[in-house]
């Protein structure tokens, strides 16, 4: 059984959602990304969602954008992202670790290479933003052939056709993108997203991750009063922006917490 389908069936049996942060891996260089990613542990994080950087980050907004432009600038590859996945398994076997990047460089890599790489690395997930389901067959085939989940975008945009291609596909579980836009961006709707859920859980059984807008405990409740996992990006983007290299890994494990005491207050 996978990481991520143990991680969300330990929640459900306790009545709990999920939450998902996102970092980029190599920002604001790579000495600090392990220590990060086990402050989002520390910090009651279920899966982490890895970025990997690209120089063409078409979903993204502002600040993910800079994100991917500090970690590009120091050198960081995608064969150093599954390098500090590595390192990352060295100390916790457990937690669910989410590849979340774009075409090219896996294209460049070989998918197959790819694949095998990401799956002795310890990764369980990989969600390619630019891979549409209606061309990601083999992209699929070649995660599920090494026991790694495909995980797909879903968008206010999908209709029941597309919703239904990605189940088709998609394992772990599915990213629900609350606005019609680069991420960080909007005001989160929350009423909009609770009547497109539905739509969706008719196509798939597999758990419902929101993100794009959520920035707070508050926030972070009400979706997952609505969804099975919140997931938090942009957010905590702004906050390793903000701190020194000294200070970014609590000031992140506490804004973190936070968002986790705000999902914990929403029991099934």
């Not at 389908?5 to 929640?11: H, M, W, Y």
């Not at 982490?48 to 979903?59: C, K, Y």
């Not at 549409?132 to 070649?142: H, I, K, Q, T, V």
């Not at 797909?152 to 629900?176: C, D, M, W």
Request: charged share 25%.
């Amino acid at each position: 059984m996978s990481r991520i389908k143990t991680a969300f069936d330990r929640l459900n049996a306790e009545g709990r959602k999920a939450l998902i942060p996102f970092i980029t891996a190599g920002d604001p260089d790579a000495a600090l990304t392990l220590p990060l990613m086990q402050a989002l542990v520390e910090a009651g994080a279920d899966v982490i969602e890895l970025g990997v950087p690209f120089s063409d980050p078409m979903a993204d907004g502002p600040t993910i954008q800079r994100a991917s432009e500090r970690a590009l600038a120091k050198g960081m590859t995608l064969r150093k992202v599954l390098q500090l996945v590595s390192a990352f398994r060295t100390l916790d076997d457990k937690t669910p670790v989410v590849l979340m990047g774009y075409a090219n460089p896996i294209e460049a890599m070989g998918l197959e290479k790819f694949a095998e790489k990401a799956a002795q690395s310890g990764v369980d997930g990989v969600l390619v933003v630019d891979y549409p389901p209606e061309e990601a067959a083999a992209f699929g085939a070649a995660m599920k052939a090494h026991g790694m989940d495909p995980i797909f975008l879903l968008a206010p945009t999908s209709n029941a056709e597309r919703i239904a291609q990605v189940a088709e596909i998609a394992s772990g579980y599915v990213y629900y993108v609350s606005l019609a836009g680069v991420t960080g961006s909007g005001a989160l709707n929350v009423e909009a997203v609770a009547e497109r859920l539905p739509l969706i859980r008719e196509k798939t059984g597999l758990p419902v991750g929101v993100g794009f807008g959520i920035r707070d405990a508050s926030t972070a409740a009400r979706i997952a009063a609505i969804a099975d996992a919140v997931v938090v990006g942009s957010r905590i983007i702004e906050e390793i922006e903000k701190s020194t290299v000294e200070t970014a890994c609590a000031n992140v494990k506490a804004l973190v917490a936070d968002i986790r005491r705000g999902v914990d207050e929403v029991k099934k």
